[in-house]
């Protein structure tokens, strides 16, 4: 590079094929999905964003870019550090405008979309896409498949998921179809773009370990050793012939950053019970999710409303009461661990007496990485909380944790 003048320097440093090691360039042959699974660090979005970059300069538009979150997809795909803009020079570089919309020199354009809505998937068309961090998606097969109707443009439509491998049934599902190429990277192959500090301070303290095998190494963990849950736990069908409620595990405050309003649905059905719904919501006002907690009362006509008073009390029940007035409030009161207090309602699925309904992908993502420490992925469980209420009131009164109905 030094021996360059700046023309030709310029040219050598916006040369992807140059800089790329072979697992982070499109493969060979005639595929629908490039599946790139890789560790944090280990080059995923630089890759994207090159892709996309190509894409563009062969005029393929326009272009879907998915995240997991509208935030996400403008922070991390688009203007990171690796994302879509820092990887073109100045003559090339795409406009943002409007907030979701990228916009190239040549005309080729493309739209900024967030996994959490896959309702504005209906309509648009795309002759391409890259989704990023699909694995985290909260609505993921949904959202997925909606994007496969509009990829209906070109000659050869195509998409590339990056992601941190995680067991969803939408990784899953793309990983057996022959229609993809899935290509695996570790972190440590990009070591050399890593601060040292990084290597020494995650990568060795993680290597070998569970975690580590997902975030470094990029490998399919299907089940956490620790879990109380395994997927193989999960069945689906049972009809409702008994008493129904709504469990709800509200957030302490109702801010962006609060943690989720756990509300789930469960049936009684003959000796077990089927979860019918995951009404959980995120960021959102107590008064927001009191209003969504009783519209799944009435929707499911259900017999009450179980919810958690450890933190609000009377308040709790007088934002449901606010709501509708005569609805049945069933206060309890956690007197030990959440992970104690799930210990038994996943007996109830070892014994495959709890059943679910289909699409309920984001809570059993957080029953099987809910580990001893009682948070799941780092997060606090509150769909799980929810359900252990539910499952709680309606199998295990009087055999459960313990429970006080105020």
């Not at 504005?120 to 890259?130: I, K, L, M």
């Not at 709790?316 to 049945?328: E, S």
């Not at 495959?352 to 099987?368: I, K, M, N, P």
């Amino acid at each position: 590079m030094k021996r360059l003048d700046d023309e030709a320097a310029e040219k050598k440093l916006f040369d992807w094929s140059f800089w790329a090691f072979p697992k982070q360039l499109p493969p060979a042959g005639d595929w629908t999905t490039w599946l790139l699974m890789g560790g944090r660090g280990s080059g995923k979005t630089r890759a994207g964003a090159e892709w996309v970059r190509t894409l563009a300069r062969e005029r393929v538009s326009p272009i879907a870019l998915v995240g997991e979150t509208m935030t996400e997809a403008l922070s991390i795909m688009v203007r990171g550090e690796s994302g879509i803009i820092a990887v073109h020079p100045d003559d090339e570089r795409p406009i943002l405008r409007g907030g979701n919309r990228l916009v190239w020199p040549n005309g080729v354009e493309a739209s900024i979309m967030t996994a959490s809505d896959p309702e504005r998937f209906r309509g648009p068309q795309f002759a391409a896409a890259w989704c990023d961090e699909a694995g985290k998606w909260p609505r993921a097969e949904e959202t997925f498949d909606q994007l496969q109707f509009g990829l209906r443009l070109g000659e050869r439509p195509r998409q590339l998921v990056t992601t941190t491998p995680r067991p969803t049934k939408l990784i899953k599902r793309l990983l057996a179809d022959p229609q993809t190429v899935t290509v695996r990277i570790t972190t440590e192959e990009n070591k050399a773009q890593l601060a040292p500090t990084f290597l020494e301070a995650v990568v060795v303290r993680y290597r070998g370990t569970v975690l580590g095998r997902q975030e470094l190494e990029g490998e399919l963990i299907e089940d956490r050793p620790d879990a109380l849950w395994q997927r193989g736990m999960f069945r689906e069908g049972g009809a409702v012939d008994g008493r129904i409620v709504v469990a709800v595990d509200p957030p302490v405050t109702g801010t962006a950053r609060s943690d989720a309003c756990g509300i789930v649905v469960v049936g009684r059905s003959g000796e077990g019970a089927v979860v019918l719904e995951d009404a959980t919501l995120k960021g959102v006002a107590p008064l927001t999710w009191a209003k969504r907690a009783v519209a799944a009362y009435e929707a499911h006509q259900a017999d009450a409303i179980v919810v958690e008073v450890n933190q609000g009390g009377d308040l709790v029940k007088g934002l449901l009461t606010q709501v509708k007035a005569t609805v049945p409030v069933i206060e309890v009161r956690a007197s030990r661990g959440k992970w104690v207090r799930a210990e038994p309602v996943a007996a109830l699925y070892a014994r495959g007496l709890v059943s679910h309904v289909a699409g309920l992908t984001a809570l059993e993502d957080e029953l099987c990485a809910f580990g001893p420490d009682g948070k799941a992925d780092g997060h606090s469980p509150d769909r799980v909380d929810a359900l252990v209420w539910a499952l709680t009131e309606l199998l295990l009164k009087g055999q459960g944790p313990r429970v006080r109905v105020i």
